[in-house]
């Protein structure tokens, strides 16, 4: 019994194929003894592929009427009944093939398009290892809990969320990502499962359970996608309604004016079946599975299609259009220590602490190659900070206790951090107040191209909603152009204004957290930073990103309007071709064989056409050599190091306004150095090697030209504060003469480079990710 179950499960799920081989055997059988002149014989195997055709096209359309739906099959029986009552047996045959020959295009086309969703199906393990007491133990992904030490072998999936534990990992996270290139993941870093170990065996500390880790999420979500029906399709369906009886009415007409049974079967034949119904599923399919690829999870063919069609984008502010970490931005010395020792200091005593602002301090030291100490008799207060000893001192970071006296330059800071939008933690040296620290959320280096993108593929409002203070948010939206800004938004509030905008036009709501999960629910599709957000709001959007990337939002958004192009235009074109042709066979002009084999390539170029969706359109991202992204890759390293140092300009000129000659010709010298043994070489081999390489990428010199310019006063500044550090050496000092003018360099060249590495990135270096990711993704 067992085997007979098997047999005949194949034989269902291969019922296309097998009605197509015996069918196109049985004409090829009837053209070879009709060759030989055995019409008889010739006309039986027509006969019997004709009939053997019929017999799963009445159960089709059974099962059709069995599911509430009446289909263009019905228009297949009858003509297939229409060749056995009038005789012609081999338009009878080419239907049959025809018919056998939709079905498996059909079902090739689907199997085809849900590759890449099937592909996140099977991808899932089974079990996994679980390390107990040194032992390995092979366990179901059921009995895997929170805690459990789970070890990952080369080039296994990673089965369970949780973190790294005992040596770092080497992951391919591509079938989460898109994204081809291997990440390296530390102890202590979190890890998503479905990811692939690319390095040697790494031990897993399981943080949930398999049902709600990262993976089976997406799994949900893509068989959620597959089981629901886009309102193209569904649009596909009502128009048969009308297409069946049209087709019967202009076949009755045909046989009532002529008296021509003949006609009338000609009109069936060429309106068997309906390419309408062909290529839209297939389109929108092949656009979901399109999606899937880039790291874009769509929940269903109408999400598809609203995500095409969006005018305005709602957007949380933290973790979307910001990295959600908090970076240093700026060390504030407020004694006689420098700010490498103020950050040497906070970062030792840090260590200890779980705080996100202390992990931020500790990288950002970690960053700048500061040696960190052990620290010793480390007390954390919540709310407050940490009290450490760190080298025989007392260090204390974090809010100012009231015992401590508050100098005059704290009001200075505190007002610079309003300005900034920034997080205060303050550093007491031995019962000093001796520095600040500055930390803020930094913008995504690619969040002003991902927003030109969002604007090109057919956003026309965006309005940022944040539970943020207005000043950071004010600031983010400044720098991007943004239509609005609402700050300090509690969920309810995100909720009416992301239905006020739905009221208006077609709206898109991105979010990354647990309290944007309403809002996205309220959207007309609701957008979830998977990569890195909270399974609430993954649950509560209709598409989930798995890349960190929220430029995909509008590379999905052209996907899904070229496929719901491709699905009409294959659809109208294809069903009007139907239509021609049934005149013409109502007129006499073609015989049911000449129509059956028409109607074949009508079908047959319906699905090849609609298949196109599954491929990608014209890029966005220009083709970068890759000579060119390595250079990319290199100045982009280049000004990760260099950001931290530009601090030292702005000190530099603090100095000279406080008027202490030595100390501000001290500050002089280091920038200098910092000018010419950093800075400029650095611009000149940008111009020598990276801007021709840039213009001849990008199409001309007008690509470059504010770059170019940029350097030209970069280079001027230098030279001129050059000339300055030369004459106070002269002098023994600065003199007062020249405060004016060096603060107007030592400024300007602060203004100057910061902005112009914040062009260079936005504009240049970011292109370097995006045609990575975009070439692994066009990939087929």
Known sequence: MPLIRDLLRRFVSNAESILLAVTVTALTAGALAWLLDRDSTAATLWAAATIVALMPATWWVVDGLRRGRVGVDVIAILSLLGTLR????????????????????????????????????????????????????????????????????????????????????????????????????PVGDAVRSGAVNAGGACRIEASRDAESSTYAGIVRLTQEAAAETAPVVRLADRVAAWFLPATLIVAGSAWALSDSLTRAVAVLVVATPCPLLLAAPVAIVSGLSRASRIGVIVRSGGALEKLGSAQTLVIDKTGTLTTGRPTQSDVVCGGGDDSATILRLAASADQVSSHILAEAIVRSARARGLSLSTPEMVTERPGYGVVATVDGHTVTVGRIDRSVARPEWVASVENRARLDGAVIAWVGIDGILSGAILLVDPMRMDAPWTIRRLRSAGIRKIVMLTGDRPEPAVEVGCALGLDSVQAEQEPDDKVARVREESAQAVTMMV??????????????????????????????????????????????????????????????????????????????????????????????????????????????VPALDPTLLTMLRGFSADHRKMRDELEIIRLTAEAVASGNRVSALRRLHETDRFLQEVILPHERTEGANLYPALEHSLGGADSIATMAGAHAEIERLCRRLEHHVRTADRNGGVEAEQVQDLLACLYGLYAVLTLHFRQEEQSYFVLADQSETEGVDSRE
């Open 86 to 185: 009038i005789g012609e047996y081999l338009a009878g045959a080419l239907i049959a093939v025809m018919l056998a020959t939709g079905r498996t295009l059909d079902a090739a086309a689907n199997r085809r398009a849900t590759r890449d969703l099937r592909f996140l199906r099977e991808h899932v393990p089974g079990t996994a290892q679980r390390d107990r007491d040194g032992q390995l133990e092979t366990v179901t992904l059921d009995e895997i809990g929170p805690g459990d030490l789970i070890f990952v072998g080369p080039g296994t999936v990673v089965p369970i969320d949780g973190w790294v534990v005992g040596e770092s990992a080497v992951l391919d996270e591509s079938a989460l990502t898109g994204e081809s290139t291997v990440v390296e993941r």
């Open 511 to 620: 979010g990354d957290g647990i309290n944007d999960a309403p809002a996205l629910a309220a959207a007309s599709v609701g957008v979830a930073m998977g990569a890195r957000g909270a399974s609430a709001s993954s649950e509560a959007a209709d598409v989930v990103l798995t890349t960190d990337r929220l430029s995909r939002v509008a590379d999905a958004m052209d996907i899904a309007r070229r496929s719901r192009r491709i699905a009409l235009q294959s659809a109208i074109l294809g069903t009007a071709l139907s239509l021609v042709a049934m005149i013409f066979a109502a007129f006499g002009f073609l015989i049911p064989a000449v129509g059956a084999l028409l109607q074949e390539l009508i079908d047959v170029a319906v699905i090849l056409n609609a298949l196109r969706a599954v491929n990608g359109g014209k890029s966005t």
